[in-house]
């Protein structure tokens, strides 16, 4: 019996070891799930039901504008180009809308592909069109590539809270195939939201 005691007692210092062992595992289980949720979320590609990627860029005229400052107003962002048959066939139906829905909190932006274009050109389409319209000037294509715009023309329509409603990759739109999608990014209750 004596003998039994001997080789069934645990001496403490191991028990000390399979407890830190275990405190070991433990952690190492433990901290890979935690470290992961430290780490920042990656955007949502941009798609409908995702946020729009924020950006700020300079405008033909000089100044600047950022998506973030635009919340509260429903957007369609156009990615277009002057040497763009199809954008130039539906910019006349853009400039329409702005002129139409700016008061009822639709901002328009023409978002030129200014790294493929030159600005004479850009502005000689401002001038042919009669573009009212913020146009702004994606100098490095780093907008187009956060938004994965891989053919021109191609519209985002973004809601007051900057998530996207629609994405329309080619063209050209008609004045109401834009219309028909607007209802879903027209600002409630007046130009400023809720």
Not at 95 to 113: D, K, P, S, T
């Amino acid at each position: 019996m004596d003998k039994m005691n001997r080789t069934s007692r645990i001496p403490p210092r191991l028990w000390l070891w399979v407890a830190g062992g275990l405190l070991l595992l433990g952690l190492v289980g433990f901290l890979p799930s935690r470290l992961g949720t430290l780490r920042p979320a990656p955007e949502e590609a941009p798609r409908p039901g995702a946020r729009a990627p924020r950006f700020s860029l300079p405008t033909l005229d000089g100044e600047t504008i950022d998506l973030g400052d635009l919340k509260g107003k429903g957007v369609i962002l156009n990615f277009w180009a002057s040497w763009c048959g199809p954008c130039r066939a539906e910019m006349p139906a853009l400039q329409r809308i702005h002129e139409r829905y700016a008061e009822r909190g639709i901002q328009v932006l023409a978002l030129n592909l200014t790294f493929t274009d030159d600005l004479k050109a850009v502005r000689g389409f401002r001038e042919l069109y009669q573009l009212t319209m913020p146009i702004l000037l994606d100098r490095d294509g780093a907008v187009m590539r956060r938004y994965e715009v891989s053919a021109v023309p191609t519209t985002f329509f973004i809601g007051p809270g900057g998530v996207i409603h629609d994405v329309v990759v080619g063209g050209p739109m008609s004045e109401r195939e834009i219309e028909g999608r607007l209802a879903a990014i027209l600002p409630k209750g007046g130009p400023d939201g809720p």
